[in-house]
């Protein structure tokens, strides 16, 4: 079975500073990892994937994260914060080798830029 | 412009009545899927089907009701069963339903239960 943990339920950063959003994952096979980001009442948006290529992955608008194994983790970072960034971001995790597995999404982080 | 859409965006129903939301898409995929979101637990999922005719239960089917006669379309019913169904439901699909692969996600119903 294949499992997520979100660290922070809310972090705040002020616009132009670095963002880090933690991310931890269990999965029993090799995992495929993603994040998607959600504006307010809206649907979720693909932020970056990692499927077992790049150790580091670049995603749009700026976002990268980085899978380290040994860690378990899968962070989610960005150089410079803008006000368009705050959102509700999560990390999702998918096995490869399980089969018909649908993806198991995290409870997600809530994203505060403060101008 | 290729995409999945839902309706309605809001949705109000009373208590005991059922309700059936709407999704289709036009991306030619065969996985769909129904998730319900509620504040600090993430997404949910209540089925998903990875071709017409066909579906499985997830997580939390209970008090839900799927069909899939279409390929393109999958809708949701709410029955009265579900105690709590005040919730964001967010329709996706997928290429297919192999590990790994990217969903493509609707932009939501929310439901309120009167």
């Known amino acids: 079975a294949q499992s997520v943990t979100q660290l922070d339920s809310h972090v705040s950063v002020s616009e132009g500073t670095p963002v880090l959003l933690r991310c931890n994952y269990s999965?029993?096979?090799?995992?495929?990892l993603f994040w998607y980001v959600q504006h307010p009442n809206k649907g979720l948006q693909l932020l970056l994937k990692?499927?077992?290529?790049?150790?580091l992955v670049k995603g749009i608008n700026g976002f990268e994260a980085e899978f380290k194994k040994s860690e378990t983790s899968f962070h989610l970072t960005k150089p410079s914060a803008h006000m368009s960034d705050a959102a509700e971001y999560f990390c999702v995790v998918s096995a490869t080798q399980s089969g018909n597995t649908p993806l198991v999404f995290g409870k997600g982080t809530r994203l505060s830029v403060i101008a | 412009d290729g995409g999945i859409t839902q309706s309605p965006k809001y949705l109000f129903r009373k208590e005991g009545q059922n309700v059936t939301l709407s999704c289709e898409q036009n991306?030619?995929?065969?996985?769909m899927y129904w998730y319900r979101q509620d504040p600090g637990q993430g997404l949910r999922l209540i089925y998903y089907?990875?071709?017409?005719?066909?579906?499985q239960k997830g997580d939390i089917a209970e008090g839900y009701s799927v069909s899939r006669e279409k390929k393109e379309s999958f809708p949701l019913t709410v029955t009265s069963a579900q105690k709590n169904p005040t919730a964001f439901y967010l329709c996706?699909?997928?290429?297919?339903?192999?590990?790994?692969?990217?969903?493509?996600f609707g932009p939501g119903t929310r439901l309120t239960v009167l």
């Open positions: 999965s029993s096979y090799s995992p495929s």
């Open positions: 991306l030619n995929h065969d996985a």
């Open positions: 990692y499927t077992s290529a790049a150790t």
């Open positions: 996706a699909s997928s290429i297919d339903l192999i590990a790994g692969v990217e969903q493509f």
């Open positions: 089907s990875q071709i017409v005719n066909d579906f």
